[in-house]
């Protein structure tokens, strides 16, 4: 069965810039109002410029005016499903709570389940900063 959010990263992943890697990603993220925002990886000639699929799915769920985001999805046209990378993670834990439920796929249907806890173990949060 093709979800809401599976598919909303399945078609953004389309639009990817990976004229480098070759390695076109898209990432769909649910926020806590149900509105779903996806975005895909845009490299640059620049390398270190270019940002991740899920760097975008955030910046437009914050645009459009939300903090806190209940699912992600992520998917590759690899053979293996894509893991967020170690920075998105912080990324999606600055948003997401440990139990967000993060779907790792490939545009072959392979899936796996995870945790953004799971992911991101002792995550760097705010009460590290206290006192
Ligand atoms: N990439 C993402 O967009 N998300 C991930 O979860 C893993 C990697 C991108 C970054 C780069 O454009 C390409 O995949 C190869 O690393």
């Known amino acids: 069965m093709t979800t809401d959010l ?3 990263a399945v078609d953004v992943r389309e639009n990817a810039h990976a004229p480098y890697s070759n390695f076109k990603v898209g990432a769909a993220i649910r926020g806590q109002s149900g509105a779903i925002y996806a975005g895909c990886n845009v490299e640059n000639v620049a390398y270190p410029q270019g940002t991740c699929a899920e ?7 914050v645009a459009a005016g939300e903090k806190i985001l209940t ?4 998917v590759a046209g690899s053979e ?3 893991t967020p990378c170690g920075g998105c ?3 999606l834990a600055e ?3 440990g139990d967000v439920v993060v779907t790792m796929a490939t545009t072959g ?3 796996q389940v995870s945790t953004l806890g799971a992911l991101l173990p002792g995550a ?8």
């Not at 699912?71 to 992520?74: A, D, K, P, T």
């Open 71 to 74: 699912e992600v999805y992520v």
């Open 80 to 82: 293996m499903p894509v």
């Open 95 to 97: 948003f997401g709570a």
């Open 109 to 111: 249907g392979v899936e």
């Open 55 to 61: 760097a975008g799915a955030i910046a437009a769920m």
């Open 89 to 91: 993670r912080q990324k």
């Open 124 to 131: 760097f949060g705010p009460a590290h900063m206290e006192g």
């Open 6 to 8: 599976q598919k909303a």
